[in-house]
């Protein structure tokens, strides 16, 4: 791929943000200064990983431009300390935030979507692709990264319904906006220009052909990503982005595009699901019984809303099949992990034997 340097050079036009430093260009932020002082800062200078290959890592820094080995656990977006000599990863900074699902796929470890996200736009379109189930998981896995969630709904120019998909996507949680954007219109940038701060740093989330690239274009007033039409029928996309990578554009902040993802699988987000649905946790606080499974039993304050017609029986479905989904997947984990330390240590039992 070429790569479009032009986002990397001095801002130069009229909207472009003031000459920044570099790092904060990049989204360095107290929160990262904060953990190492001013001699460390020279010695072993702050880098963002931009992009995360099978055995590399591309990082970007203040006169850094480079690729280094991969160490483990690094994600898109994390800031690390170059050794003295600029060879090697030293460490990483504590992130602020960090995305993650269980991964696809027949292992299903963990995998880490990105580090240090400030504001996670979900994105979905007026279109087949909306859908409400789908939406509330992303909300739950924004939340539980401490991201703030912000949906936003494409292609409003070929629907003729948009005021019906704003009022479905706000009414999933009263924390999270809702913004209707022709992602190919000259309006974008004015539009998300309250979350696109300099210094700040952005993610796409969503299935694919929604126009998370045309997007971080209108932001980059570049052709930074590419794009590709969707299949028609179904309006499904054809996975054109491939993996994540974190632009830099000349507002000053920074921007991460994403492959559309298949499946989205809930796990250790027990706090991200409880913000989603708050209103029915509230609710159940009211049941006659503090383990209550809203199903059978007398005195389910959320049985009573939904006789009364307050609550959608629907949406108590869906917040209890989230719950059980990622109480399975979390337990299993949490096993998984213990059954590995025991094997570690039996392995290193045997070793340390064989060493006699
Ligand atoms: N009319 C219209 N077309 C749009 C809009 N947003 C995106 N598109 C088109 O939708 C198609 C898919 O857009 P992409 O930006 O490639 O979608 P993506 O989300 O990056 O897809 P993946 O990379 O496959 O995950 C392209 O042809 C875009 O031009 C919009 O708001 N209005
Ligand atoms: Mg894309
Ligand atoms: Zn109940």
């Keep these: 791929?070429?790569?479009?340097?032009?986002?990397?050079?001095?801002?130069?036009?009229?909207?472009?943000?003031?000459?920044?430093?570099?790092?904060?260009?990049?989204?360095?932020?107290?929160?990262?200064?904060?953990?190492?002082?001013?001699?460390?800062?020279?010695?072993?200078?702050?880098?963002?990983?931009?992009?995360?290959?099978?055995?590399?890592?591309?990082?970007?820094?203040?006169?850094?431009?480079?690729?280094?080995?991969?160490?483990?656990?690094?994600?898109?977006?994390?800031?690390?300390?170059?050794?003295?000599?600029?060879?090697?990863?030293?460490?990483?900074?504590?992130?602020?935030?960090?995305?993650?699902?269980?991964?696809?796929?027949?292992?299903?470890?963990?995998?880490?979507?990105?580090?240090?996200?400030?504001?996670?736009?979900?994105?979905?379109?007026?279109?087949?692709?909306f859908n409400v189930a789908r939406l509330e998981r992303y909300l739950a896995l924004a939340f539980e990264a401490e991201v703030d969630p912000v949906i936003l709904l494409t292609k409003p120019d070929l629907s003729e319904d948009v005021a019906t998909f704003v009022a479905e996507a706000a009414a999933i949680s009263d924390m999270v906006p809702v913004l209707a954007v022709n992602a190919k219109s000259a309006e974008v940038a004015a539009q998300l220009a309250g979350w696109c701060k300099p210094g700040r740093t952005i993610a796409f989330l969503g299935s694919s052909g929604v126009g998370k690239s045309t997007l971080v274009n209108a932001l980059s007033g570049t052709l930074t990503a590419e794009t590709q039409g969707v299949r028609t029928g179904d309006d499904k996309g054809r996975h054109t982005t491939t993996r994540r990578e974190l632009h830099l554009v000349s507002g000053g902040f920074a921007v991460l595009d994403t492959p559309g993802m298949r499946e989205l699988q809930m796990t250790d987000a027990a706090d991200g699901i409880a913000d989603v649905f708050s209103d029915l946790a509230d609710l159940a606080g009211g049941c006659r019984f503090s383990d209550c499974s809203h199903t059978v039993e007398p005195g389910c304050a959320l049985k009573a809303g939904i006789a009364a017609g307050d609550l959608d029986p629907a949406r108590l479905e869906r917040w209890q099949k989230l719950v059980a989904e990622d109480a399975h997947n979390s337990a299993t984990l949490a096993e998984r992990k213990s059954r590995d330390k025991a094997l570690g240590k039996t392995i290193k039992g045997i070793q340390k034997k064989s060493r006699k």
């Design 1 to 129: 791929m070429v790569r479009d340097y032009s986002t990397f050079l001095p801002p130069s036009t009229a909207m472009d943000a003031p000459a920044l430093p570099m790092l904060t260009r990049l989204g360095w932020q107290s929160f990262f200064a904060q953990q190492i002082d001013a001699d460390a800062l020279t010695r072993t200078p702050p880098a963002r990983v931009t992009r995360v290959n099978r055995t590399t890592v591309h990082l970007l820094g203040d006169g850094i431009d480079m690729v280094l080995p991969l160490v483990s656990d690094l994600a898109v977006g994390d800031w690390v300390l170059l050794e003295e000599d600029r060879a090697a990863v030293a460490e990483v900074l504590d992130r602020k935030s960090l995305i993650k699902r269980r991964a696809a796929g027949h292992d299903r470890q963990v995998q880490l979507i990105a580090a240090n996200i400030d504001t996670a736009f979900v994105v979905t379109s007026c279109n087949q692709d």
